[in-house]
């Protein structure tokens, strides 16, 4: 049963003609013929008496009529309160946000963010994952995007997105003929590596990932830590060094034959990145409506970013 069925119904029931209630509703006479035979179709019964040269309700179309008219009048009413609460739904919108959400996730949900609640303004701050869940606590902010969990009593980490990490190589000579997909964990003490600083959730996750297989990264030929992801990825092509990095962030350099990514065996870095506030803090109208947004776009959505 679809609304442009009903409206058909109704119009007919109105004018107490077909012709009439095609005019009125912009249709042709057969589709509004063909809306209402839907209908009588689905509902099994007859709603119309054609048989006079005046339109009536049978008894069933009696008693659909009253059901048609609140179907309408609840789809209206929805119509408006949605509208009504875009157009309330305004102000800025302060976010806080680790680097890799900041450059290749947030960017997207803004922009159908704003098609939905075009009144809102953003200010975004860029900082580590650490950084953020201090200010959180401390209540400088009232939530952040990061992509580590570090545990606290008073923050709810809502999940909405899941990345995987791999180990970026230089697409040059040296690892030409590599076969990247299972890489023994003894490749990786061999190599000259770029780190992130710590604080960032990139590190804070791959230091945990590498303790599961009692791995330190003193353990690690680390050669420079970098606090840039597009730096480490400018020194990976360079030849300078490789770095566990998001796959997201170098699709556009694998494309490009600039990177080769990597998986190790037995080294798990699929990770989850997260919406983080306080429990005991209310969030804003406009920033609830944000975080409902986040965690309801489905994981489908995500898959274009």
Known sequence: MEFNQIESFLSVVKYKSFS???????????????????????LNTTLLNRTSKTISLTDSGKLFYKYALELINVRDRAKFEIKDKQENIQGMIDVSTSSIPALYILPYIIRDFRKAYPNISFNISQKNSRDIITDIIDGNITFGIVGAKIPSRILEYMHFYEDELVLALPNTD?????????????????????????GSGTRIFIESSLADLNISPD?????????????????????????????????????????????????????????????????????????????????ENFCSF
């Open 174 to 198: 040296r690892y030409s003929s590599l076969a990247c997909e299972d890489l023994n964990i003894d490749f990786i003490f061999s190599q000259d590596f770029l780190f992130r600083k710590e």
């Open 219 to 299: 353990d690690l030929n680390i050669r420079a830590i970098l606090d840039s992801n597009q730096m480490i990825k400018k020194m990976i092509e360079l030849g300078q060094g490789v770095s566990f990095v998001s796959e997201l962030s170098i699709r556009n350099e694998i494309k490009a034959g600039l990177i080769k990514a990597c998986k190790i065996k037995g080294l798990n870095l699929k990770r989850k990145f997260y919406f983080v506030y306080s429990k005991y803090m209310t969030l804003p109208t406009n920033v609830e409506t944000f975080k409902d947004f986040i965690m309801n776009i489905g994981d």
């Open 20 to 42: 009439k209630a095609a005019k009125d509703l912009y249709l042709t006479q057969p589709t509004i013929s063909n809306n209402i035979q839907a209908l009588e179709k689905e």
